[in-house]
């Protein structure tokens, strides 16, 4: 595994795990895990799984320069699924990367290798090719192609999943 994306593993379960395990929607069954990391655009992507959260990551290329950036500012980032909206993350102690979040609560997980499978799923996903890769904001279009009266969340969107009872109005 790439050395950048190691780090990023050991500072969340050595720095940030030991604070969350108290959290309500921490998942004992969950570990920290980096799952499907390849390179896009020069940069390490993949999906971080912790016990509290599972988001989209990417670490920075050689020729990124984030320095100017404040955390929590957005760059987009564009897959063959369409552009994504990602935002700088630089806690302290771990390597600035970009996010995007997938799950904000892994509750629902029951296991490693489901959150695991799940993961490498929505990699696949990011990968397939749109109608519209040009489009800005994928999630809206997606909202507009399906005539649903609320937004989709990224996550859905990825999945393939509608939320509950939309399917039916």
Known sequence: MDPAVDRLVTAYRDLVQPRMRLLPMYNPEL???AVSFKIHEGRPCGVLLTPWFMNLVLLPAEHDEWSGMAPG???RVT???GDY???LSMPEGIPPHLSLPLFNSVEGFVDQDTACRV?????QRLYVQTDDPTQA???DAELNKSGLKR???RRAMLMGLLPPG????
């Open 79 to 81: 897959f063959p699924a």
């Open 151 to 153: 937004r989709l969340s």
């Open 85 to 87: 909206l990602c935002m």
């Open 137 to 139: 904001t994928p999630v």
């Open 31 to 33: 570990k920290v895990e």
């Open 119 to 123: 993961a490498e799923e929505i990699m």
């Open 73 to 75: 500012e957005n760059l």
């Open 166 to 169: 939309d399917d039916k109005k």
